[in-house]
């Protein structure tokens, strides 16, 4: 059970009734994985409250003074372990704050970046989580001092930047072994009703602790203790390549995720020939985002998945542009687009691919909207430790550490981690408009 204490925790639990924060509410976890997996309807604002209890449940096992010192630009600091927990989670509470509606999909095709939308967030004087985190307030005051509360914007955004001075608090929450994962990949598990994400989540972070990595420049991070946590660390690599294969490289979410691509792609293509008009109803703040022109903190925040989707069904009914009523239509009807074939080699000769272009030339159509290809590796979701990985020097290390104070990989002590990470298939996909599913399959010799 997930658990805040209402004197300790009152930083964060002000920041969860923050109107950015309940936005949350209305941005799926999994952006369009509902449509594959019914009761994956589970939120960015569930996910954030968890990943900040964890965080605050493997802060509680390191072996840590009870006065911690770093720098930064503006020289020495001192925080006690408390405040130092209460920062931590609350960068883990808003690590996701910057998300916009079908989350990756939305990024891929707008070009926005949800971590420097996230930045802005907190560091916007204009938003509630900037103005609670500031506020003059003399019961915030008796948790965390405001000469100390007041760094919290900018040391929260170098957690998130990466560029924190202490290092393992920046793995907490963004490593190959940090809070984020942890929740995800047992949450995302639950709510799609799959068996695939099975580890001792309790078990690893007991057997978790901080010391000095000398491969990594001497820094102090987060290490094992390769004794006892070896077994449950290859059960959480493992469940994070089943959820890969089967959840967030499913077919079906995959071909409803480049349908959504497709739809903002249309929009773009609108937008930039000047026939806005065809755009009916009108979202003026997409329109912006597609138009390269900057937008305030306040407008991006309007946007989330409900939004999305009203406008996704009137554009269905009453877009002037025949093919972005189409999109629409088969987005908001699920008939997302089939797989035509998949290879785990190059999924053309020249031959083909050139039948398949004047397929779509003599229809006098763009092929981009109603045919697409689909990397193995191209998902939001990479599981970095395996994927594309040879040898541990390529990918983000999890160390473990024996009984004498030796340092080891976890692929290097691993045999089933190592095999998995050298054997890994890397597949292509062909997805298409259903109506030219057969002639298209015809085309590549199914």
Known sequence: MITFDKEKDLLLLRLIDTPEFQRLRRIRQLGVSWITYPTAEHTRFSHSIGTAFLAGKIFDKLELEEQITF???????????????????????????????????????????????????????????????????????????????????????????????????????????????????????????????????????????????????????????????????????????????????????????????????????????????????????????????????????????????TYIKKWSEESEDKILRHLCSNFINRNPHKLVSESEDNLFTGEEWESVINFFREKQLDYKYFYVIDYYTDVPYKNDYLFGKKTSEDAGHIWLKDNKGKLTELAEASDIIKSLRNNIKKKTRVYCDRKFYKELKEIMGG
């Not at 808003?94 to 990756?104: A, E, Q, T, V």
């Not at 912006?288 to 989707?309: G, H, P, R, T």
């Open 71 to 309: 720098n930064d630009e503006d020289g020495e600091h001192t925080l006690s372990r408390d405040q130092l927990k209460l920062l931590l989670q609350t960068t883990a509470l808003l690590h996701d704050i910057g998300h916009g509606p079908f989350s990756h999909a939305f990024e891929t095709v707008m070009d926005q970046n949800h971590e420097e939308w996230s930045v802005k967030i907190i560091t916007d004087k204009s938003t509630h989580i900037n103005q609670v985190i500031l506020a003059d307030d003399k019961e915030l005051d008796e948790v965390i001092p405001y000469k100390i509360r007041k760094n919290f914007p900018k040391w929260i955004c170098d957690i998130l930047n990466g560029v924190f001075d202490l290092h393992y608090i920046k793995e907490i929450i963004s490593s190959q072994l940090d809070a984020d994962r942890m929740d995800y990949l047992l949450r995302d598990a639950y709510m799609c009703g799959v068996k695939y994400a099975r580890f001792d989540l309790d078990w690893i972070i007991n057997n978790l602790n901080i010391g000095e990595i000398k491969h990594e420049n001497n820094r102090k991070g987060i290490i094992v203790n390769a004794e006892k946590g070896i077994y449950s660390l290859e059960s959480f690599i493992i469940s994070r390549y089943h959820m890969y294969e089967q959840v967030y490289f499913h077919k079906t979410t995959r071909a409803a995720e480049k349908l959504i691509q497709a739809i903002f792609m249309r929009l773009k293509y609108l937008v930039d020939n000047k026939e806005e008009e065809k755009i009916i109803p009108r979202e003026d703040t997409i329109l912006a985002l597609l138009n390269k022109d900057s937008i305030s903190v306040q407008e991006y925040l309007k946007l989330d998945d409900f939004l999305l989707i």
